[in-house]
C-alpha cells in the first residue's frame, strides 16, 4: 500500500533552517508528482509546493517561495529544504502524493506529518 | 488566485444527511478538478472525494461530490451520518494559472 513517511521536523531559531525529508514506497514513485502542505496549530490545510514526476518544474506557495525549495531523488525521497524561518513557518509539515504525472492537484495520500517548530 | 470558501461549522443528528458547500469566488468551479479530504482530531488528512466526485477505495459509498455550476460550487454529501464522521474536511482545487494548490479554509463536521 501507500506509504509517506515524512522525517527532520524539531525545533529551530528565527532565521535558521532545517531540511524535511519524505520516503515514499508501495508505488512508482516516478510517475507521481508530490506535494508539501502544511497546518499551522489550529489552522486550516496549507500548500507549500509541488514538484514534478521527473523533478523538472517546481511551483511554490507566495508564502515559501524564495525561501523554501523542494527537491527529489532516485531514493523515492522527496525534500523541503527551507531557510530563514519565520515564527509563522510553525507548522505541520505534511508530504502528499498527487494521482498521476501532471500536476492537477488531485491529492490522494497523505503522510502523517512532521512538526517543525520556529521559536526563539 | 481564486478563493473557496466553506462553512465554518456545520452540525447534524446521526443517521442523518448533511452537505457540506465550497463556492470558487472567480472562474468556474468545472474548470479544475475539487477535492475533499477529511482530518479527524488529531491525524492526518484522507482523502475522500477527488476528481470531483470519486471515491478511493476504501471510502464508504455515503460520501459523494458534486458539482453545481450555477452556484459556481462544489457539495461533499455525507449520508447515514455516525460519530465517526465528526471531523474537519477541506475543500481544495488548482489554479493553473499560478500554478496553486487552494484549500478552502474547512468546515467543522459535529455529529450529535
Known amino acids: 500500500q501507500v506509504q509517506l513517511v515524512e522525517s527532520g521536523g524539531g525545533v529551530v531559531q528565527p532565521g535558521g533552517s532545517r531540511r524535511l525529508s519524505c520516503v515514499a514506497s508501495g508505488f512508482t514513485f516516478t510517475r507521481h508528482a508530490m506535494h508539501w502542505v502544511r497546518q499551522a496549530p489550529g489552522k486550516g490545510l496549507e500548500w507549500v509546493a509541488v514538484?514534478?514526476?521527473?523533478?523538472?518544474?517546481n511551483y511554490y506557495a507566495d508564502s515559501a517561495k524564495g525561501r523554501f525549495t523542494i527537491s527529489r531523488d532516485n531514493s523515492n525521497r522527496i525534500y523541503l529544504q527551507m531557510n530563514s524561518l519565520r515564527v509563522d513557518d510553525t507548522a505541520v509539515y505534511y508530504c502528499a502524493r498527487e494521482s498521476g504525472i501532471s500536476i492537477l492537484g488531485v491529492v490522494d495520500h497523505w503522510g502523517q506529518g512532521t512538526t517543525v517548530t520556529v521559536f526563539s | 488566485n481564486f478563493m473557496l470558501a466553506q462553512p465554518h461549522s456545520v452540525s447534524e443528528s446521526p443517521g442523518k444527511t448533511v452537505t457540506i458547500s465550497c463556492t470558487r469566488s472567480?472562474?468556474?468551479?468545472?474548470?479544475?478538478?475539487v477535492q475533499w479530504y477529511q482530518q479527524r482530531p488529531g491525524s492526518s488528512p484522507t482523502t475522500v472525494i477527488y476528481?470531483?466526485?470519486?471515491?478511493l477505495p476504501g471510502v464508504p459509498d455515503r460520501f459523494s461530490g458534486s458539482i453545481d455550476s450555477s452556484s459556481n460550487s462544489a457539495s461533499l454529501t455525507i449520508s447515514g451520518l455516525t460519530t465517526e464522521d465528526e471531523a474537519d474536511y477541506y475543500c481544495q482545487s488548482y489554479d493553473s494559472s499560478s500554478p496553486h494548490v487552494i484549500f478552502g479554509g474547512g468546515t467543522k463536521l459535529t455529529v450529535l
Open positions: 476528481e470531483d466526485n470519486q471515491r
Open positions: 472567480s472562474g468556474s468551479i468545472t474548470t479544475n478538478y
Open positions: 514538484i514534478l514526476h521527473d523533478g523538472s518544474k
